[in-house]
């Protein structure tokens, strides 16, 4: 297994430009293919370098591509809540970088580097080729969908994991043991198509899906089945070089070794418990009788970075909330920014394009500026802050979910309902319900109706008195209430005499920003309705009311009324983002249907633009958490163990994702309060890892190597070999 020596590259796309395997100490003398690679225009790089970085791109795109609308199809697709789309979302991403430790040992242990990243591709283009399959909605009913869907993120994860540590150290390969500069450059230029694939995929499949409708829906068909052609092209591209690359053959995996020596000294101690066996300064020591004092020592070193990796997994539980609780986030808000309507899911765009943006800034801008003021910022200090400014995005996210929540509709509990009046007769009507103080003043004529009144009931089910005082007149009328439904009380002429009739309305707001619709026809004969020349729908005479109709937020003033008269215009006005109306079709006169528009659920009026101070925010913080924490982290282990590094690091991602995914499922809450949680908790783990940081000893690899080779360095019964002393790094 290789590592990603970030000193070599200025990463540019957090743990996927960081994390990258390389081989930090090429092989020397020649590689098992002695022919040489046909060169770049007379230069020093080799030809088949510009298959792999093109192959990189295009898996780059077809991974973010894929994932960035992963949340919104379990959520509109599959109709789940948003714990469990969130929780499958954070499945999935955690099991994307378990694999990564399988494709390194098939690759070092038993295919070698080319053989694994073509077969492991066509697992990847496979489970693209599922995914999208399964996205097709007249394919099957959901439980095909759900089935189809989960074996082809299954695929998607095992490919893109599998062949995570063996592209970019595929590369280093084609290069010749003399060629280093070139092969650093090789690198950034690698690092640049990570980037490239990220920052246009999260922006255009998001697009693909929202913008362009298939089968009726959002067409998460071409979503999907965009992502899986670069995959396919991929793999081509990759297969087309074949005939250029230099393939080195497995070499043995030192993460196995390493292994295979912990689970040695554990069972050997385990076996010499009696307290007449001499002590050993170390539990490591105790596979001395098979293992080398090399690797013993190497492995002690190791332990001591491994040791500070423990609180690491809480940051990348925040970071890849971007992917879900962020555009559920954004969902719920205004995406309109004058001259372009964001999709909710685009946001995430944000975080790759800031990266690219920051690194600059930060390595030429903030550091330098930090050292001209004497303050000594190290690297534990640059990953703490990268913490706090993590934490600190979580705050804002909570504010802003707040906001959002003022216009929600209330939570209804057992034993409760909603009511509001919509006076459609030509003068004020007084409302009283039986036992209940409600409605204390006349409702006017076509009012703009007031809040939705809280109704406490005696049961799951009640059957409530209603009396309408009405030009001098009182008049009874009897219905039954259900516990935790939201209703509109309609009072209308109908005939010269007053009558009512109660509707159910929305409990929520419309899912994904859509704003719902529906009619009230107020006229004495049927009417069909055309909304853009797709929406069709008819309506009862005498103030019949229409399902809701779900559209996508724009203005409408293109409609159709058809009625017994004839066909007269329709216009609608603006449905806004998360909206819901009721519109009357009150008369039909000078040509026009009159209509009158009551908004039942109020739009979304926080703006998606403050959604920014936390992408500002926490990607700051992964530039300061997660290229410092790799460098450093590297700069503290042999050579021949950043491989065991990298593994570690990999997996504090896939363990930060898991966290995820067990509060979303275990300990459902409110989201802002959710927000709070993962804030306060992440500001914990950074006291502990500050102090953990504090108290440890910034080592030179060789020179503790030497110690270790002495048997100098005392380290009695402690796991992780830290020194405990204060220090300055």
Request: hydrophobic fraction near 45%; glycine fraction near 6%; charged fraction near 15%.
């Amino acid at each position: 297994m290789e590592v990603c020596l970030s000193g070599d590259t200025p990463p540019t796309r957090s743990i996927e430009t960081c994390c990258r395997y390389f081989r930090d100490d090429p092989p020397k003398g020649d590689f098992p293919v002695q022919k040489k690679s046909p060169k770049l225009c007379g230069s020093n790089y080799p030809l088949s370098i510009a298959f792999i970085v093109v192959n990189e791109f295009c898996e780059r795109f077809s991974y973010y591509g894929m994932r960035a609308v992963l949340t919104l199809y379990f959520l509109s697709f599959f109709h789940w809540d948003e714990n469990l789309s969130t929780a499958v979302y954070h499945a999935f991403s955690a099991l994307c970088y378990f694999t990564p430790v399988v494709g390194a040992i098939m690759a070092d242990s038993w295919l070698g580097k080319y053989r694994t990243i073509i077969y492991l591709s066509i697992v990847y283009v496979a489970g693209h080729l599922i995914k999208s399959v399964g996205a097709i909605p007249s394919l099957g009913n959901q439980v095909v969908h759900v089935i189809l869907s989960m074996v082809g993120l299954f695929l998607i994860a095992l490919g893109t994991g599998g062949i995570k540590p063996c592209v970019s150290a595929f590369g280093g390969d084609q290069f010749e043991e003399e060629h280093t500069s070139e092969r650093s450059k090789f690198f950034s230029i690698f690092y640049l198509s990570i980037n490239a694939g990220s920052l246009i995929s999260t922006f255009v499949t998001p697009v693909l899906r929202g913008d362009v409708k298939c089968f009726g829906e959002d067409c998460y068909a071409l979503a999907f089945g965009v992502p899986a052609a670069l995959m396919v092209l991929a793999l081509v591209v990759f297969i087309a070089g074949s005939g250029l690359y230099r393939k080195t053959p497995p070499q043995g995996n030192i993460l196995l070794e390493v292994c295979k020596c912990i689970g040695f000294a554990i069972k050997n101690r385990l076996k010499n418990r009696s307290s007449q066996i001499p002590k050993r300064d170390h539990w490591l020591d105790w596979a001395s009788e098979k293992y080398s004092k090399q690797l013993i020592g190497e492995i002690k070193m190791v332990t001591r970075v491994l040791f500070l990796f423990i609180p690491l997994p809480m940051f990348w539980a925040l970071f890849d909330q971007q992917g879900s609780r962020w555009t559920l986030q954004a969902t719920k808000m205004n995406a309109d920014f004058g001259i372009y309507v964001l999709q909710p899911d685009q946001m995430q765009f944000l975080n790759p394009l800031l990266i690219l943006v920051f690194i600059p800034i930060f390595d030429l801008g903030l550091y330098p500026l930090i050292n001209m003021c004497k303050f000594n910022f190290t690297p534990i200090r640059k990953m703490a802050t990268g913490m706090i400014l993590a934490g600190m995005a979580f705050g804002l996210a909570a504010i802003v979910e707040v906001k959002i929540n003022e216009t929600d509709m209330p939570r209804l509990v057992p034993e409760e309902s909603l009511i509001r009046v919509l006076n459609l007769a030509k003068n004020p009507v007084q409302v009283t319900i039986q036992d209940k103080d409600l409605f204390q003043q006349p409702v006017e004529a076509f009012q703009n109706p007031a809040e939705y009144s809280k109704l406490l009931l005696n049961g799951e089910q009640q059957s409530l008195s209603f009396t309408l005082q009405y030009q001098g007149l009182s008049l009874p009328f009897n219905y039954t209430m259900k516990e935790k439904l939201v209703y509109s009380l309609i009072v209308f002429e109908a005939e010269g005499d007053l009558s009512s009739r109660l509707i159910t309305d929305l409990e929520a707001k419309p899912e994904n920003g859509l704003a719902a619709v529906r009619f009230i026809n107020g006229l004495n004969q049927d009417v069909n309705l055309t909304i853009d020349s797709k929406w069709f729908i008819a309506v009862q005479r005498n103030y019949s009311a229409s399902e809701y109709s779900l559209l996508e937020r724009d203005k409408y003033n293109n409609g159709k009324c058809i009625t017994e008269m004839g066909e007269f215009p329709l216009e609608l006005g603006l449905l806004d983002f998360g909206a819901s109306y009721t519109i009357v079709i009150t008369n039909v006169s000078g040509g026009a249907v009159k209509t009158w528009k009551s908004e039942d659920i109020k739009a979304n009026n926080v703006h998606m633009a403050w959604q920014l101070p936390q992408y500002l925010l926490i990607s700051a913080g992964e530039v300061m958490f997660s290229i410092t924490g790799l460098a450093f982290s590297y700069s503290q282990s042999p050579a021949s163990m950043k491989s065991v590094l990298q593994a570690g690091w990999l997996l504090t991602v896939a363990v930060g994702n898991t966290f995820v995914l067990v509060v979303a499922q275990t300990a459902p809450m409110a989201q802002w309060a959710e927000f709070v949680l993962f804030t306060v908790l992440l500001f914990a783990v950074c006291i502990i890892f500050s102090v953990m940081g504090y108290f440890y000893v910034s080592v030179d690899p060789e020179d503790l190597e030497e110690k270790e080779e002495k048997r100098e360095t005392p380290s009695r019964g402690n796991m992780i070999s830290l020194v405990t002393q204060k220090t300055k790094l």
